[in-house]
């Protein structure tokens, strides 16, 4: 099955810096990259995806790209706001069935 | 109004016992889940139902129950509880199966077992 790994486990970032998060997978098969937010108390919401055939996508301050020779996706949060803390998680899928989630990224924006 | 809505939020309960969690959604979803996510935050799938169809089952011991009345609603049964079952359990929806979409979670049941 797929293996995702997600780097860092934790980071903290000040206010107004870019925040990157790293993820790699191992099967080649997996076409569908969604990032998720969990806020305390929250269950995760989708913040942005990307699909095999594209390599970068960007809404507002928030990118992803996607590197499918390395097998390798990152998340990169532009002038991060306090809101912007929470636990991020990157995810892959095949099929679209079955969504295998890294283990998070715990992310602190301090004002 | 909210569109995945999980109840209770937090379960406390003595090992051995019988739990149930239930979940709806009003979105029109055909597809629902299960994940577990443990106390380092792993988020895992249990099970996914498609119009009532158990459609994924992942190695969850058979303790694990779920049950789908409608394509609404997901409930979950939990048998003798035990202390590793302690988590926070969370159910989802999408609207097509096999179809590389949006998740929509519900809030999480915090289970303790004592």
């Known amino acids: 099955g797929e293996n995702v790994e997600q780097h860092p486990s934790t980071l903290s970032v000040q206010e107004g810096d870019s925040a990157v998060i790293k993820c790699t997978y191992s099967?080649?098969?997996?076409?569908?990259f969604p990032w998720y937010k969990q806020e305390l108390g929250k269950g995760p919401q989708l913040i942005i995806d990307?699909?095999?055939?594209?390599g970068e996508k960007k809404d507002q301050r928030i990118a992803v790209t996607l590197n499918k020779t390395a097998k390798h996706f990152s998340l990169h949060i532009t002038e991060t706001q306090p809101e912007d803390s929470a636990v991020y998680f990157c995810?892959?899928?095949?099929?679209?069935?079955?969504?295998?989630f890294g283990t998070g990224t715990s992310l602190t924006v301090i004002p | 109004d909210t569109a995945v809505s999980q109840t209770p939020k937090y379960l406390v309960t003595q090992m051995g016992n019988d739990k149930s969690i239930k979940c709806e959604q009003n979105?029109?979803?055909?597809?629902m889940y299960w994940y577990k996510q443990d106390s380092k935050k792993f988020l895992k799938i249990m099970f996914s139902?498609?119009?009532?169809?158990?459609?994924i089952n992942e190695t969850v011991p058979n303790r694990f129950s779920p049950k789908s009345p409608d394509k609404a609603h997901l409930n979950l049964h939990i048998n003798s509880l035990e202390l590793g079952d302690s988590a926070v359990y969370f159910c989802?929806?999408?609207?097509?199966?096999?179809?590389?979409?949006?998740?929509?979670f519900g809030s999480g049941t915090q289970l303790s077992v004592l």
């Open positions: 139902y498609n119009n009532k169809e158990l459609i």
């Open positions: 995810a892959a899928s095949d099929t679209g069935n079955q969504f295998y």
């Open positions: 099967d080649s098969a997996s076409n569908y």
């Open positions: 979105l029109g979803h055909d597809t």
């Open positions: 990307i699909r095999s055939n594209v």
């Open positions: 989802a929806s999408s609207q097509h199966p096999g179809r590389r979409e949006k998740l929509f």
